[in-house]
């Protein structure tokens, strides 16, 4: 089984930074492929970056050159680094792990979810 616990969120202004980690727990073959989501009230839920245990990575287009996707050596921690923020950034944010390398940067169908750390931006 795994766990996954979101930390790092909060309030910040536009044009601010903000680092979310990701603690993971449970075996490491499940969890080879690792994710960011975010809902926002009202939309559904979108992938924001992936991470594949080989180290190759995918960004939503909206994060693309803000966000960076990162792992711990032992990879046990995840992490989302964001910068340059904006209002539409606002949104819960999930971690999330899978067993399943296959079409790891495309997938989410993920196995694990964690339960999700607020972000607020204002402008």
Do not use: H
């Not at 909060?10 to 727990?25: D, I, N, T, Y």
């Not at 924001?48 to 792992?71: H, L, P």
Request: aromatic share 8%; charged share 20%.
């Amino acid at each position: 089984q795994v766990q996954l616990v979101e930390s790092g969120g909060g309030s910040v202004q536009a044009g601010g930074s903000l680092r979310l980690s990701c603690a993971a727990s449970g075996s490491t073959s499940s969890r080879v492929c690792m994710g960011w989501f975010r809902q926002a009230p009202g939309k559904e839920r979108e992938g924001v970056a992936r991470i594949a245990s080989d180290g190759r990575t995918t960004y939503a287009d909206s994060v693309k050159g803000r966000f960076t996707i990162s792992q711990d050596g032992a990879k046990n921690t995840l992490y989302l680094q964001m910068n340059s923020l904006k209002s539409e950034d606002t949104a819960m944010y999930y971690c999330a792990a899978d067993w399943r390398i296959v079409r790891c940067l495309a997938r989410t169908n993920f196995d694990y979810w964690g339960q999700g750390t607020q972000v607020t931006v204002s402008s």
